[in-house]
């Protein structure tokens, strides 16, 4: 079965200051990574162009005076908020980009592709039904399950793994029982919120897991995090279709973030993520790309991770940036695992009221 990778050239002309963490060299560099490592030529892996979203797309989401707004702002330039302007054009570009989690998840439920990485910019999981935020615009991962619901498929856990909270994504969904939504992210950090507490309300009560992390996390609390919250609550969820909110930025290269992921750890979250997606959903998993700003150092090997993890390549073929090994003995940080266990046992604490995985332990 082939793996779908979801990518448009106009990607590259995105840009709100050449100076942005968020800027083109982001994917510009891992496209020349991955025709570099072969990946393109590999009889698994398939480059598919997507098309823009439509406006009612958007609006399964978005709010309407916020989508008229920026295609307004977007004819002449304009401002979001301190991180996010309006570039010129932006509207299109941002269709684009959920126009290519659309694609992701239609050529996967569609059997063209097992499963895909939507390899799509600008981001979008800081985006709110009512605006854009944190370098987000539209918020492509909630306007592809949208899609998806309506299409019939009804059940869908979203894994957010960025290191920034998902704000706007949990916001889409904190009443929706129909939508599990999963979030590792650095706390603190940008935007403040994710804690283990916010756990979805009224109809929505316990669909909202938030496992927050301490600068210093590396790959070993990662798959602890996995392997003790995210694969039970997945197994008791039974999605029919596992969505990745894939941010990079947890990497110890990253400039804006203080974790200590390597890009063979996020190969292997992956790789964990879609041996699930294969047992509980038959194997329909996207994963759509968020942030991460290391753009020279670490982002084109942990993008190169995430497609090695959905199309089942060998991982030891992933290298790590080796001139900033150093970094990584500077950011690990010992205290993490401990942290991260306690921040597990709140997490279980909270919802042992919700999920029956989480009741089994003794407190
Ligand atoms: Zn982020």
Redesign the pocket.
């Known amino acids: 079965m082939k793996t779908g990778i979801i990518y448009h050239p106009k990607y590259l002309e995105h840009e709100q200051s050449p100076t942005h963490p968020e800027r083109r060299e982001r994917l510009a560099y891992t496209l020349d990574q991955l025709s570099e490592e072969g990946i393109f030529d590999l009889e698994n892996i398939v480059l598919i162009e997507p098309e823009m979203a439509e406006v009612d797309d958007v609006l399964m989401v978005h709010e309407e005076r916020y989508v008229r707004f920026l295609e307004r702002e977007s004819k002449t330039g304009g401002m979001i908020d301190f991180d996010t302007s309006i570039p010129v054009g932006v509207f299109e570009i941002a269709l684009l980009a959920a126009g290519g989690a659309i694609r992701a998840a239609d050529a996967v439920i569609d059997g063209e592709v097992r499963n895909a990485f939507a390899m799509i910019r600008p981001p979008g999981h800081h985006a709110k039904p009512y605006t854009g935020a944190g370098f987000c615009y539209f918020n492509n991962v909630a306007v592809m399950v949208k899609h998806l619901q309506k299409k019939g498929i009804e059940r869908i856990a979203i894994l957010d793994w ?3 909270h998902g704000d706007g994504t949990q916001e889409i969904f904190y009443e929706d029982d129909s939508v599990l939504f999963i979030s590792t992210h650095q706390i603190p950090l940008y935007p403040g919120t994710g804690y283990p507490d916010e756990a979805g309300k009224g109809r929505g009560e316990g669909y909202t897991i938030n496992i927050p992390v301490p600068p210093g996390t590396s790959d070993e609390e990662y798959l602890y995090i996995f392997d003790s919250v995210i694969e039970p609550v997945l197994r008791e969820f039974e999605p029919d279709f596992i969505a990745i909110s894939a ?1 990079q ?1 947890n990497h110890f290269t990253d400039p804006i ?1 203080g974790l200590a992921l390597t890009a063979r750890g996020y190969g292997m979250l992956m790789s964990k993520a879609r041996a699930l997606a294969d047992e509980l959903c038959r194997g329909r998993i996207v994963a759509v790309l ?2 991460g700003y290391s753009v020279e150092q670490a982002l084109p090997y942990t993008n190169l991770a995430i497609i090695c993890g959905l199309a089942g390549i060998d991982l030891s073929n992933i290298r790590e940036p080796e001139n900033y090994l150093g970094e990584l003995r500077w950011r690990k940080r010992s205290y993490a695992m401990q942290k991260v266990r306690d921040n597990v046992m709140d997490v279980k604490k909270i919802h042992s009221k919700y999920w029956e995985c989480f009741r089994i332990f003794n407190y």
């Open positions: 960025d290191a920034h941010g930025d973030t968020e942030g």
